[in-house]
Each structure stands twice: as C-alpha cells, then as structure tokens.
C-alpha cells in the first residue's frame, strides 16, 4: 500500500495538522498565496457553501488535502469504498502483513513543504474543477483501464489551464513514483509475493 491507515497513522495525521499545519495568531492563508490563488479559493469555497474563517487558517498543502477530500465526497467518492481500504481489510482478515511504499509522515512533510504554495493550490483548485466538471467520465474510464483518458483528466486538462504547476506535479508525482519504484524493485528481487495497491494517479503516463 502507499500507507497503512491505521488507526496510529489518523493519529498522526491529525497531530501534525495541529501542530505543523495550522497559522499560529492572526497569521492566515492570504499572507502566503497570492491573488489568483486566494479568488481561485474564494470561487471554490462559494460554490460549495464552505466555510472561509476555519479554512485560511490552514497551511497551502493540508488546505489542499482537505478542500480534496471534501470534493471527492461531494461527487460521492468516499472512504470506505476505497480499493485500499478494501484490501487493507482482506490483508488484516488473512493476517497478511502489510508494507508501506511511504509513511504517513512522509505524506505530510511534502504537503507541509511544497516548494511554491501558490502553484500548488492553484493546482489542485483546477484539477478539482476538471473532475468535478467530468466525474461520469472518470469513472468509465477507471472501469476500463484507460490509462491514457485519466492522465489527461488527472494532469493533461489542468496543466493546460495552468503550465507553472508542473514543478508541482514533479515534486507530488513524479519523484515518489521512482522512489515507491526503487521499493517495488526490492519486492521483485525477493522469494516472497507481494500484492501492490497504489492509486490511479501514480499508473498514467510515461
């Protein structure tokens, strides 16, 4: 699995938001992104009914985190029906082990480190509202395996939109591709079988 989430790592994840992923005093979101950014957000947030006051006071990349999960709940994606959780569910019935190709802590330092914050919200603002805006197709495409549809709705269509993000998408996807390959590679080289589960994202492209 990318991560094992376990009860621990919720934990975890909730601890480092509060301590790491939240502006201390009066210090906001708007004093670290820049206008584009802060309309693409203020639009967003509109059309969903969020709240602004809670939102600005978390850093850019759990920001994006939240805003992400909230949208794929809002198209009806949730949690608990999630190829991972699912087999993360078999793994523990069986008694299997289960290895993770990264760490919960790992995760959350790279959203609390993106390089430029702007881009990345911009980001995933835009990739949002090219899913949202093509859900139905998504989905068929996942079902089919087409690979080639889903990196041009993950990555093709927001890029276009927004080409200063692709340092962005090197940091998210691209670099912890090869080193969740380099991890791979280890399991290839060993007597034992292991099953690999790793979202749609990181299965597009070259």
């Known amino acids: 699995l990318e991560v094992d989430l376990n009860p621990e790592a919720a934990f975890q994840i ?3 938001i509060r301590d790491e ?14 206008n584009e950014a802060k309309k693409l957000f203020l639009s967003y947030i509109k059309k969903r009914g ?3 006051t809670g939102l600005i006071k978390f850093k850019p990349g759990i920001l994006s985190m939240t805003l992400a999960a909230a949208e794929l709940h809002y198209l009806g994606l949730k949690e608990e029906y999630g190829i991972d959780l699912y087999f993360t569910q078999k793994a523990r019935i069986a008694k299997k082990p289960i290895v993770e190709l990264e760490s919960v802590a790992q995760q959350m330092q790279l959203l ?3 390089p430029d914050e702007s881009k990345f919200l911009k980001y995933t603002l ?3 509202d090219s899913l949202s805006g093509q859900f139905n197709e998504m989905m068929t495409a996942w079902k089919q395996g087409d ?5 041009k709705i993950f990555y093709d269509q927001p890029l276009r939109k927004y080409p200063d993000a692709r ?4 940091e998210l996807v691209d670099k912890r591709n090869m080193k969740m ?3 791979i590679k280890s399991f290839l080289a060993s007597d034992k079988i292991y099953f690999v589960v790793v979202g749609s994202g990181h299965l597009t492209g070259e």
Do not use: C, Q
Not at 21 to 34: F, K, R
Not at 147 to 151: D, N, P, V
């Open 147 to 151: 690979s080639a549809r889903l990196h």
């Open 14 to 16: 909730g601890k480092t």
């Open 167 to 170: 340092k962005v998408m090197v």
């Open 50 to 52: 969020l709240p602004e």
């Open 21 to 34: 992923g939240i502006y201390p005093g009066t210090e906001n979101l708007y004093d670290h992104i820049d």
């Open 112 to 114: 609390l480190n993106i």
């Open 181 to 183: 390959l380099e991890k």
């Open 126 to 128: 835009l990739s949002m």
